[in-house]
């Protein structure tokens, strides 16, 4: 038991090392689109997410994969822990890793399903 909560732990990290991962990926893929659509935003943050937003009929194949590849992971994460985050992290802000810090914090109280998700 304790193992299985250990190796949970640590993957948590694991997975926002992914989450930042995948979100660097879209970025780097989108980088030469928001220069493209949008040349005076800068190219990460609020700006380049609100120019690709502005402009997704006009993205390139690769941003819009990995896009697509982000809202996948997004989505499984949230049908594997969604009630876990709903119940155990109602007043956390999401973002900067916020919600994977509270389930680490309330591991004794994840679920099964969501344990299963982020453990490799």
């Avoid at 609020?46 to 993205?59: R, S």
């Avoid at 680490?104 to 299963?116: P, Q, R």
Wanted: aromatic share 4%; glycine share 8%.
């Amino acid at each position: 038991m304790y193992a299985k909560i250990f190796r949970m732990l640590s993957f948590v990290f694991v997975i926002a090392l992914s989450s930042a991962s995948l979100v660097n990926a879209a970025e780097g893929a989108c980088k030469e689109d928001v220069k493209r659509l949008c040349p005076d935003a800068e190219l990460t943050g609020d700006q380049a997410k609100a120019c690709l937003k502005e402009n997704v009929d006009d993205l390139s194949l690769e941003c819009k994969e990995n896009i697509r590849k982000l809202i996948g992971a997004l989505q499984s994460f949230g049908e594997a822990c969604g009630s876990d985050v709903k119940t155990l992290c109602t007043d956390v802000a999401p973002g900067g890793g916020r919600i994977l810090k509270c389930l680490k914090d309330n591991h004794e109280s994840v679920s099964a399903g969501c344990i299963d998700f982020l453990t490799p």
